[in-house]
């Protein structure tokens, strides 16, 4: 843990792929700050996606890692759309303590006719559906969920609505996602940035979270439902209002430096960062259990091509053929 008022860390500032979580002591918050650049590069290109499709999932890809980083137990965060836009299908998977996948969904001609239309917003793209956000601690662990409606012209809107109902915790997030050239490298790529921060107050105890791992996701009762905003709450929000877009993708300015050009006026703490790196869970193992333990033999049959059954995993597109043979009793 280091303190910042005079950026004097006792580490080497933050780069790319990694979150630095913080407090503002002062001003009852807490908060995460988000750097990704060839992680979600890798992720976006993958697939080719037109780019505001890739730029959508970009923000559902920092968004997730916003909220998931934030667990304290191995398991997977997942973050789902499903919608009747263009973009009809968002998922992004992070598996803690630092492995992010995504994949998004969409129908080409009506992309066309919405670029065409000049309607690429994120709220334009998604359309009406609904988000859900889902904590998965393991096989014998219930799993935590929390659906709301997709209202919005931005996840970031609709992040603060579901934190809200679902939470009750007031929450401000800022998200950015671009396709820069760097210096020394004329090939574009992708890079986001992103903020969370959250309201915290002190009622007649300490409930600041500990941090790296602060995630109390799933405690409906940490703030009053009937909460008024707070002086500290607009302080620390106002602040955040003034962050451009091109602070929070640039390569050249730390999470630490952003901060503190941020908060130095009301005191940042910044702990050290938890690196982000894409990563997919498939593997023969789990997809030739899938097939075993969820489609029945007729299912299976009809999977059958050229005496094969063929897998492409949609996050990662690694491809897997397995012999119906081997599913079948001895």
Same mark, same amino acid.
């Given at each position: ?21 913080? =407090?503002?002591?002062?001003?009852? =918050? ?10 979600? @590069? ?52 992070? @598996? ?10 969409? +129908? ?17 793209? *998604? ?44 929450? *401000? ?11 020394? %490298? ?5 890079? #986001?940035?992103?903020? *969370? ?23 409906? @009762?940490?703030? %009053?439902?009937?909460?008024?905003? #707070? @002086?500290?709450?607009?302080? #620390?929000?106002?602040?955040? #209002? ?7 993708? %640039? ?22 960062? *938890?690196?982000?790196?894409?990563? !997919? =869970? ?19 049959? %009809? ?6 059954? +063929?897998?492409? !995993?949609?996050? !990662?597109?690694?491809?897997? +053929? ?9």
């Amino acid at each position: 843990m280091v303190e910042t008022p005079s950026l004097g860390l006792d580490r080497a500032e933050t780069g790319d792929d990694a979150v630095v979580p913080f =407090t503002l002591d002062g001003l009852d =918050t807490r908060g995460r700050a988000i750097r990704l650049g060839d992680a979600l @590069d890798r992720i976006l290109k993958r697939h080719a996606y037109p780019e505001p499709v890739a730029r959508v999932l970009g923000e559902a890809v920092v968004l997730a890692s916003l909220v998931g980083s934030s667990l304290k137990f191995q398991g997977r965060f997942i973050l789902q759309t499903q919608t009747d836009g263009p973009v009809n299908l968002l998922v992004v998977d992070f @598996d803690a303590p630092d492995g992010v996948r995504g994949y998004a969904r969409f +129908e080409q001609a009506d992309l066309d006719v919405a670029m065409a239309a000049g309607r690429t917003s994120p709220g334009e793209l *998604l359309g009406h559906g609904h988000l859900a956000m889902t904590i998965d601690q393991g096989e014998h662990m219930e799993r935590y969920q929390g659906i709301v409606a997709l209202e919005g012209e931005s996840l970031e809107e609709v992040a603060h609505t579901y934190f809200m109902q679902s939470e009750q915790i007031p929450t *401000l997030v800022r998200i950015a996602v671009g396709e820069l050239s760097q210096r020394g %490298d004329p090939t574009p790529r992708w890079r #986001a940035g992103g903020v *969370l921060i959250q309201h915290l107050p002190d009622h007649g105890g300490h409930t600041m979270p500990d941090l790296p791992g602060d995630g109390d996701f799933d405690n409906p @009762d940490m703030v %009053d439902p009937d909460f008024v905003e #707070a @002086d500290h709450w607009t302080r #620390a929000k106002t602040l955040l #209002a003034t962050l451009e877009d091109s602070e929070l993708a %640039d390569p050249d300015l730390s999470p630490e430096r952003m901060l503190y050009r941020l908060y130095h006026e009301t005191g940042v703490r910044v702990f050290d960062p *938890l690196t982000i790196e894409e990563r !997919c =869970t498939c593997s023969a193992e789990r997809i030739e259990g899938m097939l075993a333990n969820s489609f029945s033999k007729e299912e299976r049959d %009809d999977m059958v091509v050229d005496g094969k059954i +063929e897998v492409t !995993c949609e996050f !990662c597109s690694t491809h897997y +053929e397995f012999d119906p043979h081997r599913f079948e009793p001895n």
